[in-house]
């Protein structure tokens, strides 16, 4: 199975600042790389796929990168909704797997 | 409203059972690939089965194959997850998840509010 590693596990930052998250694989993913928010008691909600196209009705401060084994999310100007835990997804094989999640918390 | 409803989550002892369902609305649930998630704090997220529009195909995490077996009534819009030979590494919330066609990379779009799972004695 894909492993996925994301870094930093937690990010302290105010509102207005711009942020970078990695998600690096343990071997090559295509297309198939996905960003989530999470915040508490909720589900997961799906931000980006295909590493760089953003899901209809997510605000365009958020942006995706990346290929091979190396990704990035990007939030452009942190607003106070965006504080929560962001996971990466990928597929391959019939299988998914998930990074382990990094906070995004206020600084 | 567009939405995934889990039940049958609860406290088992290890090596018990439990069968999780979980109740599609307002889409046409036979025309989507569905998936289970699991979450814990000391796992993570996790993908745990997925099963095809008709049920012909399904696919497992290899840490649950062998023991739970993941079903769909297209008839009654619901997804069923049957857990046995429980342990305490399965606790935690799970999801049932919609799954997009890979047109769209192969992602979850529509997830339940979760059912919690407790193995302990």
């Known amino acids: 199975d894909i492993h996925l590693t994301q870094s930093p596990s937690t990010l302290s930052a105010s509102v207005g600042d711009r942020v970078t998250i990695t998600c690096r694989a343990s071997?090559?993913?295509?297309?198939?790389l996905a960003w989530y928010q999470q915040k508490p008691g909720k589900a997961p909600n799906l931000l980006i796929y295909?590493?760089?196209t953003l899901k209809s009705g997510v605000p365009s401060r958020f942006s995706g990168s990346g290929s091979g084994t190396e990704f990035t999310l990007t939030i452009s100007s942190l607003q106070p909704d965006d504080f929560a835990i962001y996971y990466c997804?990928?597929?391959?094989?019939?299988?998914?797997?998930f990074g382990q999640g990094t906070k995004l918390e206020i600084k | 409203e567009v939405q995934l409803v889990e039940s049958g989550g609860g406290l088992v002892q290890p090596g018990g059972s439990l069968r999780l369902s979980c109740a599609a609305s307002?889409?046409?649930?036979?025309?989507?690939?569905m998936s289970w998630v699991r979450q814990s704090p000391e796992r993570g997220l996790e993908w745990v089965a997925n099963?095809?529009?008709?049920?012909?195909?399904?696919h497992y995490v290899d840490s649950v194959k062998g023991r739970f077996t993941i079903s769909r009534d297209n008839a009654k819009n619901s997804l069923y997850l049957q857990m046995d030979s429980l342990r305490g590494e399965d606790t935690g919330v799970y999801y049932c998840?919609?799954?997009?066609?890979?047109?769209?990379?192969?992602?979850?779009?529509?997830w339940g509010r979760g059912t919690l799972v407790t193995v302990s004695s």
């Open positions: 998840a919609r799954e997009r066609p890979h047109d769209y990379g192969a992602n979850f779009d529509l």
């Open positions: 071997e090559i993913v295509n297309i198939w």
């Open positions: 307002q889409f046409t649930f036979s025309t989507y690939w």
């Open positions: 099963i095809k529009q008709d049920g012909s195909e399904k």
């Open positions: 295909k590493a760089s």
């Open positions: 997804q990928q597929y391959n094989r019939y299988s998914y797997t």
